[in-house]
């Protein structure tokens, strides 16, 4: 491999919505930076298998469904 192409990879800290801080490595940030997640594994429907609803942040789920509302859904 060649040298001094790659970029640092090290250990950062993931702040998970419910609080938990996971270390993770990443090429983000460095070497002890925090990045808090919005949505993560522990909230999103994608991991939780649907069951829980999406937070509507700024109102585009309320603005879809006042739109559509009169087709029956």
């Known amino acids: 491999m060649k040298k001094d192409i790659h970029p640092d ?29 919005d949505i993560d594994p522990s909230a999103h429907p994608a991991w939780t298998g649907g069951n829980t609803r999406l937070m509507d942040t700024g109102g585009r789920v309320s603005k879809f469904k006042a739109k559509y509302e009169g087709l029956g859904f």
């Open 9 to 37: 990879y090290h250990f950062i800290d993931i702040k998970m919505t419910n609080g938990d801080i996971v270390k993770m490595r990443s090429t983000w940030g460095k070497e002890g930076d925090q990045m808090a997640l």
